[in-house]
């Protein structure tokens, strides 16, 4: 497993990039070497282990120590929280290397649990992740219990957080006088589909529909020639004559019904007040409404 003397070994390995800067993971020899670090650009050093002696007293390196032994009734978990803030701002300065004495177990378990938190990987994705890049990486399997139970951490804390919302885009004026004038256009069409499709009442084949101006002109047409068809029966016509007696005094609010040819609107029908059946001798008074 762990193959120290294998001629592809290296003392530390990249494993991820943000910002621009590396994160590392290695052994203790790769921390001891100052001129390695200072090559790769790392600024921040986590040491995930006991007794190395690890320290850089010139400075210019932001080194923390976690004392943890590599043993599988250790409480590695309890790191998570600290090693993954120290890794992503560590990230913002520059390269971080995690390390223990040999990279394979504790600052392993550090790396991956970095993983599952920023990139959304549970144990075994980030697990398959991290040793792709060095093989090495096995941890102990109190090490891998601790990290499957992270994992389930995780899950309730993302289940918990409110969704980010939508971030509104600032419109141009011109998208919003497209959008004025497209809202006017809208309105303007449905006025006129409430004008031109009216009701037709009084019809019970209709009541269900809608009709054209159109139709409603040839309705109208053919319920006024329906009527003076039936004024000229004699039985009809004394009804009218009796009436008109009667009701001498509404002769004044007589019309006659004519029909305008063209369409120019909604208005179809249009009425004129004409003269009064006296003064109208050519006109029979039984083809007049009240």
């Not at 803030?85 to 378990?109: D, F, M, P, T, Y």
């Not at 497209?182 to 009216?198: D, G, H, T, V």
């Not at 006296?278 to 008074?285: A, T």
């Amino acid at each position: 497993m762990f193959r120290m003397f294998d001629p592809m070994y290296q003392s530390m390995n990249q494993i991820l990039e943000e910002n621009g800067n590396i994160l590392w993971l290695g052994d203790c020899t790769a921390a001891y070497d100052r001129s390695l670090l200072d090559g790769r650009g790392i600024k921040t050093v986590l040491t995930v282990a006991a007794g190395l002696n690890v320290s850089y007293p010139e400075g210019g390196i932001v080194h923390k120590v976690y004392h943890i032994l590599d043993i599988e009734s250790a409480n590695i978990a309890r790191l998570f929280g600290d090693t993954c803030n120290q890794i992503g701002e560590g990230l913002k300065r520059g390269g971080v290397l995690v390390h223990c004495a040999a990279g394979v177990s504790r600052s392993a378990s550090a790396v991956i649990a970095y993983i599952m938190k920023t990139r959304g990987l549970n144990f075994q994705e980030a697990f398959n992740y991290v040793r792709k890049r060095r093989s090495v990486v096995f941890p102990n399997y109190g090490f891998q219990r601790q990290l499957r139970n992270y994992e389930k951490d995780l899950k309730q804390i993302r289940a918990k957080e409110p969704e980010m919302p939508i971030k509104q885009t600032q419109k141009t004026p011109q998208e919003i006088a497209m959008e004025k004038h497209e809202q006017f256009s809208i309105q303007y069409l449905e006025q006129k589909a409430k004008i031109l499709l009216k009701p037709v009442s009084g019809n019970p084949t209709f009541n269900s529909g809608y009709s054209t101006p159109q139709k409603q002109l040839q309705k109208q047409r053919m319920l006024y020639q329906s009527a003076k068809v039936g004024s000229q029966e004699p039985k009809q016509s004394s009804i009218i004559q009796n009436s008109t007696r009667t009701n001498s005094q509404m002769k004044k609010q007589i019309f006659e019904p004519s029909f305008n040819q063209t369409y120019q609107g909604p208005q179809i029908v249009t009425y004129q007040r004409n003269k009064l059946v006296e003064k109208m001798p050519d006109i029979k008074k039984k083809t007049f409404y009240k």
